[in-house]
């Protein structure tokens, strides 16, 4: 048997079927002024359903992870395409925990498209199977990397029932300062969700095309006895060159919409031979997700987080708020356990120290001391509410951070972990 076929089948079973999922969340939801029956009836009918279609496609997912796992022999999280879908599914996991215990099928509206844009972000990377380098070849990169993965999955539901807890109190009414202020930043919020879209669906679609192009620079370093050391190396982009890596020429650039020339050129202190492309990549996630963005404001005519609110409008706000509390608490320990202290033994072991300064290690301790923060607050304090999910929120993007910019943008020792 081939398991890496048999496993590559079930990652695309599992995606299909958590589309599936997300579709009839909709239908449980928005259906209700629709149905001409009982609106809490066809809610848990369709519910019931949302719920096993997700289920179905957690199943394979657990089928693509353990077949990879057999078929290249160790655990599939050692580079960004196999930590990414990983934390998919840790994210279904911690998604089925908390909606069998709450039985609140909105939940999965915002769950299941966050699961998607996830395992549609691992599928950028390559997939080919690697050998394991000396540094993960141990059996701590299976406790600390899935530990820190399960912590931040329930950290993720937690946001995500922050972000309905928002989507549901914003006054849309009220003319008042504070009011825009709280509809700016909630619209923002939704804004760079779609420009995560906006990254899959460019790549994607310039991938399908075969676009490519080719650049050579230049770069010159100083030795320590002051000599001046000049080195040539070519870049490829998938993606139309917007922005140019420094000091660099074109070798090839296919034409897009009959510009064939980049437009601008990275600066000088962005270091680096892949700091121009990442930076055009950035740039063309901003383009492609403001074009989703329009286009869902044109369809709708409304604010993107108006169109959502009343769907929320028969939710209890103390039950979501209390959803993303429970989510956060369950998360958080295991997120320290994961993210902190596996990571320190298993650095001990790795390279002889338990911890190093790496960017990757000081934006798990940030992550760690927010979360700290937002317990403090909220147990001590009595932040509940519309501050306790505002939290979350910010929460949610140093997780983001911390996985994406400090793998893919800031070099140290847990780049193995991006890739090209």
């Not at 902190?340 to 300064?357: D, T």
């Amino acid at each position: 048997m081939n398991w890496l076929d048999l496993s590559s089948s079930a990652f695309i079973a599992a995606f299909f079927l958590y589309c599936f999922g997300f579709l009839f969340y909709v239908m449980a939801i928005a259906g209700r002024k629709w149905s001409h029956g009982d609106p809490v009836r066809h809610e848990r009918k369709w519910g019931r359903i949302a719920f096993t279609v997700s289920a179905l496609g957690l199943a394979a997912q657990l089928t693509f992870f353990f077949t990879r796992w057999i078929g290249q022999g160790h655990i599939p999280v050692s580079n960004m395409y196999e930590f990414m879908t990983f934390l998919g599914m840790a994210v279904m996991i911690a998604f089925v925990v908390i909606i069998l215990i709450y039985r609140k099928p909105i939940l999965g509206m915002v769950t299941l498209p966050l699961v998607i844009i996830i395992i549609s972000y691992a599928s950028v990377f390559p997939q080919e199977v690697q050998p394991l380098i000396p540094a993960l070849n141990s059996y701590w990169l299976k406790i600390h990397v899935t530990t820190a993965a399960l912590g931040e999955a329930f950290l993720a539901v937690g946001f995500a029932a922050g972000l309905l807890h928002l989507l549901r109190t914003v006054d849309f009414s009220s003319n008042t300062a504070s009011a825009k202020k709280e509809r700016f930043w909630l619209e923002a919020t939704l804004f760079m969700l779609l420009v995560a879209c906006g990254f899959i669906v460019s790549v994607f679609g310039f991938r399908m095309a075969g676009y490519e192009a080719e650049f050579k620079q230049e770069t010159v370093d100083v030795t320590g006895a002051g000599q001046a050391v000049s080195e040539t190396e070519t870049v490829i982009y998938s993606l139309p060159p917007i922005v140019q890596p420094f000091n660099s020429t074109v070798i090839q650039a296919d034409a897009f919409l009959g510009v064939d020339k980049p437009l601008a050129e990275a600066p000088s202190w962005m270091k680096g031979i892949n700091a121009g492309r990442k930076l055009n990549t950035v740039v063309w996630s901003l383009l492609t997700g403001a074009v989703l963005y329009g286009l869902l404001r044109l369809i709708f005519r409304k604010r993107l987080s108006a169109v959502i609110h009343p769907l929320t409008t028969d939710i209890d706000p103390d039950d979501l708020d209390e959803i993303s509390y429970r989510a956060i608490a369950i998360g958080f320990p295991i997120f320290t356990l994961g993210a902190l202290i596996f990571a320190m033994i298993w650095a001990q072991i790795a390279w002889s120290r338990f911890w190093g300064w790496d960017p990757k290690e000081v934006w798990a301790l940030i992550t760690w001391l927010f979360y700290s923060a937002y317990l403090h607050l909220r147990l001590s304090r009595g932040w509940h509410g519309k501050r306790s999910s505002w939290l979350t929120v910010i929460g949610f993007v140093i997780i983001m951070f911390t996985l994406i910019g400090v793998n893919l943008v800031i070099a140290g020792l847990h780049s193995y972990a991006g890739t090209k």
